[in-house]
């Protein structure tokens, strides 16, 4: 998850546009983080927020921590935020451990999705966006998922359009590309979530 963004389909919405320096992997392993993840959870972080951030409210959403939960729709609650966490807003950001636990229970549903949907079938595109170009990899679906990754979410709609990082509907309601999470989310280890080597990792 500010990248993360978001206000998808249903009720995944990590936000992007609210990114501040995010955290290192070093403050995220000493929050339980996996050593093999942390690097790639940083960057996805570094798109989101640090563990203190509440995002300004974005069409009605507002979004937590340093993977930017968002709640449901003109509340402070639901949505992602809920569904990963039992808890206020303000102890979910007095609480990083329970901030990278929600997020790895977060990716792995993502991921798992991910797979049933068919978008799994990107990894290997060269995609370029602004510029910067990437084969895609196993993390940069996992960083795409920060918008969600059921069949109505952004990253299905660049799939469906043949990997087309300019077609309808793959910018979230901040006019933020799931290009620009493929792209900047390639070749990290992220084997602590999808239980296999995509050979792209460094």
């Known amino acids: ?9 249903a009720v995944v919405c990590l936000f992007a546009n609210v990114a501040l320096a995010g955290e290192t992997a070093v403050s995220l392993m000493n929050a339980g983080m ?5 690097d790639y959870a940083a960057n996805v972080s570094a ?27 003109n509340s402070r609650t639901g949505g992602t935020f809920s569904q990963y966490y039992k808890g206020t807003p303000e102890q979910f950001l007095r609480d990083p451990q329970a901030q990278v636990a929600a997020w790895m229970d977060y990716q792995k549903d ?3 999705k991910a797979q049933r949907n068919g978008l799994t079938s990107a990894v290997g595109q060269r995609v370029c966006y602004k510029d910067e170009c ?10 795409a998922c920060q918008f969600g990754c059921g069949k109505d979410s952004k990253l299905a709609n660049f799939v469906a359009a043949g990997f087309d990082c300019n077609a309808v509907g793959t910018k979230d309601g901040a006019g ?6 493929l792209v900047s989310g390639s070749g990290f280890n992220v084997a602590c979530v999808t239980n296999s080597n995509d050979g792209y990792d460094c």
């Open 134 to 143: 990437a084969t895609l990899t196993q993390s940069s679906i996992l960083k």
């Open 1 to 9: 998850m500010n990248h993360s963004r978001p206000v998808l389909a």
């Open 47 to 73: 798109s989101e927020g640090n563990f203190g951030s509440t995002s300004p409210v974005v069409n009605g959403y507002t979004c937590y921590g340093a993977f930017q939960f968002c709640s449901a729709k």
């Open 34 to 38: 996996s050593a093999d993840c942390a």
């Open 176 to 181: 933020t590309s799931v290009c620009k999470y």
């Open 110 to 112: 993502e991921w798992a």
